[in-house]
């Protein structure tokens, strides 16, 4: 991690790359998407809503595109975790050896 000054632009710049969302955090989110249930898509969609609402365009009534490029770190985090949630609760059991 960088040192950073409180006066210096250049460090707020270096920040501010720290925060962004790279190309590849935002492909594995929109693979991560496609596998998510009803319910986790409407969190998912609350959360942006909630956080981020430039990032969520209606397409219809039953249809939302989200804009990756325009959501912010904390936001992206935040859909990170729920989906992280998703998958670790639909890990397949293992069995028990009897």
């Known amino acids: 991690m960088p040192h950073i000054t409180k006066n210096s632009k250049n460090d ?6 720290l925060k962004n969302v790279t190309f590849e955090e935002k492909w594995k989110m929109t693979e991560a998407v496609r596998k998510l249930n009803q319910p986790t898509l409407e969190k998912i969609v609350k959360i942006v809503e909630e956080n981020c609402p430039d990032a969520l365009e ?3 009534s039953e249809k939302v595109k989200i804009k990756l490029d325009i959501i912010n770190r904390d936001t992206f985090s935040l859909l990170q975790e729920v989906i992280e949630d998703f998958n670790s609760d639909n890990l397949p059991q293992k069995r028990s050896k009897a």
Request: no cysteine; aromatic share 0%.
């Open 12 to 17: 707020e710049n270096i920040l501010e790359d």
């Open 58 to 60: 209606k397409q219809d």
